[in-house]
């Protein structure tokens, strides 16, 4: 069983940058793509970025191509999202996710099999 723990979540002004962190335990990260979803209040729960695990290709919403970085370090079994130029429409609670790598992207929740617990990002207008 992988366990995901996220932190870095926060409030931060419009135009501003935050960093999220997931933390990996249970069993080894390698041989995961790892993603980063978001839910606003009243909304379905959407991708926003992943990244696989061998070659850390990448692959984002178009709501945060260009703002938004996803990386990982498979040595400290983390992932991270660094999220600048945050917008208002940017607020919700963020989660980060797995599932076994394979040749294709996935973008939908039910292809993700863990969960971390969330963290939430507010952006003040």
């Known amino acids: 069983q992988l366990q995901l723990v996220e932190s870095g979540g926060g409030l931060v002004q419009a135009g501003g940058s935050l960093r999220l962190s997931c933390a990996a335990s249970?069993?080894?990260?390698?041989?995961?793509?790892m993603g980063w979803f978001r839910q606003a209040p009243g909304k379905e729960r959407e991708f926003v970025a992943a990244?696989?695990?061998?070659?850390?290709?990448?692959a984002y919403a178009d709501s945060v191509k260009g703002r938004f970085t996803i990386s990982r370090d498979n040595a400290k079994n983390t992932v991270y999202l660094q999220m600048n130029s945050l917008k208002p429409e940017d607020t919700a609670v963020y989660y980060c996710?797995?599932?076994?790598?394979?040749?294709?992207?996935?973008?939908?929740?039910?292809?993700?099999?863990?969960w971390g617990q969330g963290t939430q990002v507010t952006v003040s207008s």
């Open positions: 996710a797995a599932r076994e790598s394979s040749s294709t992207w996935h973008r939908r929740e039910s292809d993700y099999n863990y």
């Open positions: 990244i696989k695990w061998r070659t850390y290709l990448t």
């Open positions: 249970g069993r080894t990260f390698s041989g995961y793509t």
